[in-house]
């Protein structure tokens, strides 16, 4: 946990959009808290995923993202664990990432986050985001995208979790 303050940990709650009450979730936060850490440099994620750096451009790619656990009970709460690599231009040290994370069922979007900004420098990233789920909840396969984006470049990755009787 001190690492991740130290690297730039997001921790922040959403108020709900109101169709989501129509679906169980009323104006719960939709991320109790989310976390990002960087993982590897930019060296060892041009290794493991052949990410080079642009000449001239910021480039985001997300590289997974996984529900834990995949199934739950109401009530209870799902953590999404996202992965995602940045390439900075050379001479680079930072740029401004922009996390966000949507809820969606059926194809309809329930509530979206208010997107959090950082400076990151170019690497590998791990996010961590909590998400309640509220006792209201409607069954059914729930999916969170997260979008990381930084200047022109974004990607989005999903993560899917199934909420039971």
Do not use: C
């Not at 009450?21 to 290794?47: C, H, I, N, P």
């Amino acid at each position: 946990m001190t690492t991740g303050l130290l690297t730039g940990n997001v921790g922040y709650g959403i108020a709900a959009a109101v169709g989501g009450a129509a679906l169980g979730w009323g104006a719960v936060k939709l991320v109790q808290a989310a976390t990002t850490q960087q993982v590897r440099t930019a060296e060892q994620d041009q290794q493991l995923y052949g990410f080079t750096p642009s000449a001239n451009a910021v480039l985001v790619k997300m590289n997974k993202a996984t529900a834990t656990p995949e199934k739950l009970a109401a009530g209870q709460s799902v953590v999404i664990s996202s992965d995602y690599s940045l390439s900075l231009p050379q001479g680079t040290a930072n740029s401004d990432v922009v996390e966000s994370y949507s809820l969606k069922k059926d194809g309809q979007v329930l509530t979206s986050s208010e997107p959090t900004h950082s400076q990151k420098a170019a690497g590998g990233y791990a996010v961590n985001a909590t998400i309640a789920i509220p006792k209201s909840a409607k069954p059914g396969t729930y999916v969170v995208e997260t979008k990381v984006q930084s200047g022109t470049s974004y990607d989005v990755s999903q993560a899917v979790f199934v909420v039971g009787n």
